[in-house]
């Protein structure tokens, strides 16, 4: 194997390590940006929907700039102004000013959003070029991230130490990390095939069928990983009377979990292929899921957790891969499947929480079967390219 494609393989999976660090980084921070803006939970929803709608704005556009910049530049000026725009948010949260923070942070979406896609369209020209399954591995990359940053930040929360100190060094150190890997990105990436050479637009692939079932795929991925990312914590402390550690022990079973079968994923992946594996994954994210929902005991209900994590954890990193099986439409047909998984995680948490006001976190998860069928269902769509795929119409 070609040393240089090793080295690729490393500094992807840095970025997507640097993207998880910087996402969390922020993410664990919230309840001191509230308490520092003095905002109402109506008003942190506005705060948070702001910031979302910036990556829902990105994501669509993004294959256009990733095929006319190139996976490297894009990634190192997202990542750049991640932590700048993060940085004026930091400042405005010292400030108490509301109107420094909320200006920036729809260029904090969409510098995340962008980033997302251009380093999942170099991951699957990196897996390509590997001639072996390492998307799975580059998302448990990102989650080992939001891990480390999640630990780091409940430090630097215990310690007192302000998102204004805070926020600028964490996103710096990712910064510094990600323009530190580009140099070994694969040159050629994005690869631009004829069919892009033609002028045919990135847009089109929002036309192509099996574009839109593979993000269907992942939306119901997403929308299952994301409901226990956002809700699990809360239904084990609820739905159990127990105590906040034991709901954040619940929510970490489930982080491991993901992240270690991500890591197995890639294996076991090139042994049975990703249709098989998706359709064992759903089966077991199902099992997981009644046994967390229908539990007596909490020990039983962690182990249900335990398992619904391992089984959701490829859906996302599959459909990646599916969505740039053919190098000349990548760009665009990741840019699609992003857009249609992040969807996922802007929509889910609010509907579940509406459903959870009437019969209570714990059973609103049951909810999440749905998504899981959806995927169990549409896993052939995923089954690899067998020769560069023609425009769609």
């Given amino acids: 194997m070609d040393a240089s494609v090793r080295r690729a393989s490393s500094a992807v999976f840095a970025v997507f390590f640097a993207c998880g660090w910087g996402f969390a980084s922020w993410a664990a921070r919230l309840p001191a940006v509230r308490d520092g803006l003095g905002l109402r939970p109506d008003q942190m929803g506005v705060l948070l929907l702001v910031a979302s709608a910036g990556s829902l704005v990105a994501l669509p556009m993004s294959g256009l700039v990733v095929q006319r910049w190139g996976a490297r530049r894009t990634v190192g000026v997202a990542a750049v102004g991640y932590a700048v725009v993060l940085t004026l948010v930091a400042t405005g949260v010292q400030l108490g000013a509301l109107w420094v923070a909320l200006v920036p942070l729809p260029l904090f979406g969409v510098f ?166 998706l359709r064992v994954s759903a089966v077991v994210a199902l099992a997981g899921l009644a046994v967390f929902v229908a539990a007596g005991p909490l020990w039983l209900a962690l182990v249900g957790a335990t398992v619904w994590g391992a089984g959701v954890a490829l859906g996302f990193p599959a459909g990646m891969s599916a969505a740039g099986d053919d190098p000349a439409h990548a760009p665009a047909r990741v840019a699609v499947v992003s857009t249609m998984g992040y969807m996922a995680f802007l929509v889910g948490p609010p509907l579940l929480g509406l459903l959870a006001q009437h019969v209570g976190y714990r059973h609103a998860l049951a909810a999440v079967a749905l998504p899981v069928v959806v995927g169990l269902v549409g896993s052939p769509v995923v089954a690899p390219l067998r020769r560069p795929a023609r425009a769609e119409g």
């Fill in 112 to 277: 995340l959003g962008v980033w997302d896609a251009a380093m999942n369209v170099e991951g699957t020209v990196v897996e390509q070029r590997l001639g072996r399954t390492v998307m799975p591995r580059y998302h448990a990359g990102f989650s080992l991230g939001t891990v480390t940053a999640a630990g780091v930040a409940a430090v630097m929360a215990w310690l007192d130490v302000p998102v204004v100190v805070h926020l600028p060094v964490a996103l710096g150190l990712a910064a510094a990390t990600v323009l530190g890997a580009l140099r070994w990105f694969v040159p050629e990436a994005p690869a631009v095939g004829p069919g892009a050479s033609q002028g045919r637009s990135v847009f089109a692939a929002w036309t192509e069928r099996r574009t839109l079932l593979v993000g269907i795929v992942v939306l119901g991925a997403a929308l299952a990983e994301g409901a226990g990312n956002d809700w699990l914590s809360l239904a084990v402390v609820d739905g159990f009377a127990t105590s906040d550690a034991l709901g954040a022990a619940g929510f970490a079973l489930f982080v491991v979990a993901m992240t270690g079968a991500r890591f197995v994923g890639t294996g076991v992946v090139d042994r049975w292929g990703r249709v098989a594996v």
